[in-house]
């Protein structure tokens, strides 16, 4: 499990334009969030409040991806259909989620399984986890994320 001080994980994900790691963003702050699923309420209204901040982000000095385990192609439709204005990146082979320790079991409806953790990470500019946010509630997420940017 990361906490909070430790060095991010350097693991590689597809992106839209290729490959990428977390040490491809070294000097600058990076804010990686994971999420279930493209296209359905929760990630689609978390994508747009991440993509809403995304000039402040910016003026913060960080970046912003997001990342699950669906294609590149579900990305491009879900960034096109949502005009997103954040990364996203496809962890297909789930190793990025369990470097991160958002692979984790899951249940509804009294049914367990495996799922993504909906969390977030923001990573200094010297590749350190500054702060985590687990089991994140989508309302004012995005907003509390950039407040913590701003005051890194």
Not at 108 to 119: A, F, L, P, T
Request: charged letters at 25%; aromatic letters at 10%.
């Amino acid at each position: 499990m990361l906490n909070e001080g430790d060095s991010a994980p350097d693991v590689r994900f597809a992106t839209a334009t290729g490959q990428a790691s977390v040490k491809d963003y070294a000097g600058r702050k990076l804010i990686v969030y994971f999420y279930p699923k493209d296209d359905t309420s929760g990630c689609t209204k978390e994508a747009q409040e991440f993509s809403a901040l995304a000039a402040e982000f910016a003026a913060a000095g960080a970046h912003i991806i997001g990342i699950s385990k669906d294609s590149l192609a579900s990305h491009a439709k879900f960034q096109t259909k949502y005009d997103l204005k954040v990364d996203l990146g496809s962890d297909a082979e789930g190793g990025v989620c369990e470097a991160f320790g958002t692979w984790v079991e899951k249940s509804m409806y009294g049914r367990s399984y495996m799922g993504i953790e909906r969390s977030t990470f923001l990573i200094d500019a010297q590749g350190k986890i500054a702060k985590i946010w687990r089991k994140v509630k989508v309302p004012g997420h995005a907003q509390a994320v950039l407040d913590a940017t701003q005051a890194l």
